[in-house]
């Protein structure tokens, strides 16, 4: 489903995400620092550096894998950026430095102070035990580059995805043109 918002702005705010796993299954490790890589070392440069916009990547939740861009020029160019992340991604076209490196970022998150509320807001929400978040870290540890390359095939490439695209932007006369989209 492809959604088209026009807003009275001259800048688009672009998502799209993917249904996946669910936070204890064995690929959402996988998924979290492909997701990571994906932001650093490709979508960034092509969202925000070629293509303008403020900012942009992508990141896994919810068992959703998300791709984003804010404050975006290009939205159609953003939406072709995000497809061609998931080929480079299948492509096996990274080094286990840029492995190492996102899985230090995924980490610095996982790793960080919890305050007790929150801890318990957390687990009481998601259900999400200590157990959960210790088996989450070890699958975190052992991603590599296979796993990386599979899970952007299992999950992320056309026709194998159930997925969403929503556009938040001034008005678009090729998407208006495009009966693929619901314009709003």
């Not at 092509?46 to 068992?63: C, D, P, Q, S, T």
């Not at 076209?93 to 305050?115: G, R, T, Y």
């Not at 959960?132 to 056309?158: D, I, K």
Request: positive net charge; contains cysteine; aromatic residues 10%.
């Amino acid at each position: 489903m492809k959604t088209f918002f026009q807003m009275p702005f001259p800048i688009n705010f672009i998502s799209e995400s993917i249904r996946t796993v669910p936070f204890a299954h064995e690929d959402y490790a996988s998924l979290c620092i492909l997701a990571r890589m994906m932001t650093s070392k490709f979508l960034h440069g092509e969202i925000r550096e070629k293509g303008g916009a403020y900012g942009g990547g992508a990141r896994m939740g919810g068992g959703l894998f998300s791709f984003y861009s804010y404050r975006d020029p290009n939205s159609l160019q953003t939406l072709s950026a995000f497809r061609r992340s998931v080929d480079w991604a299948k492509s096996g076209d990274f080094s286990q430095q840029d492995i190492d490196e996102a899985k230090l970022s995924v980490f610095s998150a996982v790793d960080s102070p919890v305050a007790p509320a929150s801890k318990g807001m957390g687990r009481f929400l998601s259900g999400v035990t200590d157990e959960m978040l210790q088996g989450h870290r070890e699958r975190l540890f052992a991603v590599s580059h296979r796993s990386l390359v599979e899970v952007a095939e299992r999950y992320l490439g056309v026709g194998q995805r159930t997925c969403g695209v929503a556009i938040l932007g001034p008005e678009n006369e090729t998407i208006k043109k495009d009966p693929s989209w619901i314009v709003k």
